[in-house]
C-alpha cells in the first residue's frame, strides 16, 4: 500500500496551534467587537465547532489525545507526574511515556515532512524529529556567568538552540509598557501586598517565549508541519477570571476594577499572535487552531479550588473550541458532534493519508469539501520507517533544576501535591493519581469494571481520601454492583441518615444505589433533600434529573434539567434527559428540537440518537428516523431497541424485508442474551464486595487530601496537641478561637 499517494484532500502545509482552556463564551463577544479580526477571518474563511473534551479533564492526557486520536489507556500519558525511574522521585509526564506515535511521527514516516514541535504537553525529551522539537524545559532556560544554561534534552538538534535562545523573553524583560494594556491601574498596585502583578509578568513572558520560538522556527521557511502549544489562556484564566466581569461578590471592588479587563486583554492578545503565525504559515497552509476544553466565566465560576491534586479542573467547562482554515475545507460553516480524538484522524485525512482503525475518533468528514476518507489501516504503530520517535528503551536520567521548577509551578497552581523532599512519597503521590485519572477513563468511556479494579486499591491504601470513595461508590453503580455501592456508602457516612447529611454527590450516589435496590421512598427521600441544598452546579442538576426521571417525577425531572440549562447551555446530558422527558410525554416536536440540542453539543450520545429517531418516526419523518436509529446502533452495536425500531421501519415504512429480516434476527439474539445475563446482573447488583474500614467523615476531613498515617511513637497516645503562643494582645486569642472553630 502507498501511504503517501496523494488524496482530494491533501495537505501543501499544516499549522496545528493549541490554546489550553480557550472558551467561545469569552471569544464570542470579542468577535462581535471586532476585538480578535485574525481568529474572526478563519472562521470566516473556515470551520468552527465547540469540541467535548474527555474525562478527566487533566491537560497532559488531553493535548496527546489530540495528537494521538487516541484515549490515555492506549496512549500511555496518565496524569501530569509520573514516577521517575532514575531518581524514584516523581518527574512531569515525558514523551517517553508515550506509546503510539503523535501525528508528527506519522507525517514525517509517511510524508517525509519536516516537523517543528513546540511546547507541546509531555514532549520532553524531545523527540529527534527531522525539523526541531522544543520541549517545555527549553523555555526555563537561565543565564549563568553571561552563558545560557540549556536544559538537557529539551530541544532537538541541539544546535537549533543557538538561534532560538535570543527569541527568550525574561521576566526582568516585561517593561510597563508590556503591562499596562492589560492591567491599566498597574502603577497604583503596592507589589509588597500583592504579588499577581509579578504572577502576570511571569505569564507573559512565558507566552511571549513561545511564540518567539514558533515564529523563529516558522521564519525558516523549511518546514511542512508545526505544532505549537500555549499554556497560557488556561494559567492566566486561573489566576484572574475570578475578576472578570460580572463581579464576583468575594472579590472586592478595588480587586475588581485593577484586574477586571485581563482576560479580554489576554484574549485579544493571543489573536494577535496567531495573526503572525498564520501570515508566517503563507496563503496555501491549513490551520487548525483548538483548545482542550472551556473555562468557567460567569455564574458558574467557583469561589477557590477543593483541596485536592488536579482541584483547578472544577474551573474547566466541558467545551473547548475547533477552528480550520484552508484548501479542501468547507467556507463559514458551523459543525456539529466533534471530541478532541477526532482533531488528529481528521489531520490524517486532509493529509490523504488512512486512520488507524485503534484511533479512538473519527474524521470530520462534514468539514470537508470533497469528504473522501482513505480505507483505514489496522494501526500506525505497526508501519515501520522513520518515525522521529525515540529509540526504544531511551530515558536518559534528567537531574535538572528545571524539572523541579516545573512540579513547584504546577503545585502552586493546585494541579498536583507538593512534591516537598521525600522522593518516595512524591513517586507514590504519582502512582496513586494516575490510577485515579485511568479509572476516570474507563468510567467515562463505559468500563466500570475495569475502575472498579483500580479504585478498590486505592480506597484500601487511602481510606481518608474522600473522592476516591465517592469514585468507587459511582464505578460500583455504573457496573451494576448497587449493594456494594450501598455498603461503601454505608461504611464512609455511617449516620448516613437525614440529620447528619453527606455532600450533595453522594446524596446522590446513595439515592441511585436505593432505587437501583428498589428502595424507590429511600431514593426520594434522599433526593428530595439533596434537591434543597443543591449548588450553582450544572452537573449535579442533570444527575438531579436523572434521578428524578428514573422515579418517574417528571416534573421535578424537567425542573432540574432545565435548570442545568440555564446555568450551562452547553449541557449536552440536560438536553439529552429532556429530550427522554417529552419522548414520555409524547412531545414529539420538543423531543427532536431537545435531542438535536443534544447530539449537536455532544455526537457520541447513542441514546439521544435513539430518542431522535423516534420523536421523528412518530411524526412521520422516515428518512431522518432512519438516519438516527442507524447512527444510535452505529454507536452501540448490541442496541435491543434500535434494532426494533430499525426491523419495524424496513418492514412497514421504508418496505426492504432484507434488510428488516436483518434488523429483526440481531433484535431476538440480543434480547436472548441480555434475558440470559439478567439472572447474572441481578446477583451483581445484590453482591457485596470486601469494604475496608474507613475513617469517619469528620476524621476524613481533618486529615485533608494531602495527609498520611504518621508512625505513632512507643508510649504515645497518637493524637495531635496544637500549642499556640506569643505576646500578650498578639492574637492568641483569636488564633484559639479559630481553631476551636
Known sequence: MNLSAPSPNSLRRLLLIGWDAADWQIIDPLLEAGKMPNLNRLIEGGVMASVATLHPIVSPMLWTSIATGKLADKHGIHGFTERDPHSGSARMATSTSRRTKALWNIFQQSLGWRCNVVAWWAGHPAEPLDGVTVANPFFRCRKENGKWRVPPHSIHPPEAARD??????????????????????????DQKKDSRLETFAKLLAECCSVQGVATGLMERDDWDFTA??????????????????????????EDYETYKDVMAGVYQFHDMMLGSLVALAGPDATVVLCSDHGFQSGVLRPIGNPREPAGPVLWHREFGILVMNGPGLQRDERIYGATLLDIAPTLLTLAGLPVGRDMDGKPLLQALVSPVAPEPIPSWDDVPGRDGRHPPGFDPEDADESAEEVLRQFAALGYINDPGTDRARSAADAERENHYNLAAVYLSTGRAAQAVALLEPLVAGYPWETRYIHQLANAYLKAGQFRAAHDLLDRAYPKGTLDAPPPIVVMHLWARAKQRLGDHQGAAEFLLFATERMLLSSALWVENGWLWLDLGALQAAERSFRRAVELDADAAAAFHGLAHLHLRRRENLAAIDAALQAVQRLYHLPRAHLCLGVALAREGRDDEALIAFQRAVQMVPDMVDGHRWLAAMYAVRRPDPLRADVHRHLAERLSRERAQKTA????????????????????????????????????????????????PRSGTSLMMQMLAA
Open 164 to 189: 532560538l535562545l535570543p527569541l527568550l523573553l525574561g521576566i526582568d524583560e516585561v517593561d510597563p509598557s508590556m503591562v499596562l494594556p492589560f492591567i491599566p491601574r498597574a502603577a497604583e498596585i
Open 228 to 253: 505549537v502549544y500555549f499554556d497560557s489562556i488556561d494559567h492566566f484564566a486561573h489566576a484572574f477570571m475570578p475578576f472578570h466581569p460580572p463581579r464576583m461578590e468575594h472579590v472586592s471592588p
Open 680 to 727: 447474572a446482573r441481578r446477583a451483581l447488583a445484590e453482591s457485596r464486595r470486601p469494604i475496608p474500614d474507613l475513617p469517619p467523615a469528620p476524621e476524613r476531613e481533618r486529615l485533608g487530601n494531602d495527609a498520611r498515617p504518621l508512625p505513632v511513637p512507643p508510649g504515645s497516645s497518637g493524637r495531635t496537641f496544637v500549642i499556640v503562643s506569643g505576646l
